[in-house]
C-alpha cells in the first residue's frame, strides 16, 4: 500500500505444488498509474523480508468488500 502507484490491496495465500502456499496480491492502481506486475513484486522485494513479498500480482478494478468496507478475502482466488 506504500507504493506510489497502488490504490488499495488484498494479500492472499494460494496452493503452491512445491511450497504449499504461496503469497499472491490482488491489487488496485492509482488513477493513471501504469505500474506492471513484475516492477510490482521488484518494488517489493526491495521493501519487504524475503518470505512476506507477493510472487504473483493481479491488478483488478474493486476488491469484494462487505458493507462497512471491510474486504472479502475468501472471495478472492
Known amino acids: 500500500m506504500t507504493h506510489n502507484d497502488v490504490s488499495l490491496a488484498a494479500v492472499i495465500g494460494v496452493p503452491h505444488e512445491s511450497h504449499?502456499?504461496?503469497?499472491?496480491?490482488?491489487?488496485?492502481?492509482?488513477?493513471?498509474?501504469?505500474?506492471?506486475?513484475?516492477?510490482?513484486?521488484?518494488?517489493?522485494?526491495?521493501?519487504?523480508?524475503?518470505?512476506?513479498?507477493?510472487?504473483?500480482?493481479?491488478?483488478?478494478?474493486q476488491l469484494p468488500m462487505t458493507a462497512t468496507g471491510k474486504i472479502l478475502k475468501r472471495e478472492l482466488h
Request: glycine share 2%; proline share 2%; net charge negative.
Open 20 to 61: 504449499d502456499e504461496e503469497i499472491k496480491a490482488f491489487i488496485i492502481r492509482r488513477e493513471g498509474a501504469e505500474i506492471t506486475e513484475d516492477e510490482l513484486v521488484e518494488w517489493c522485494k526491495d521493501q519487504l523480508a524475503a518470505y512476506k513479498y507477493p510472487r504473483i500480482v493481479e491488478f483488478i478494478d
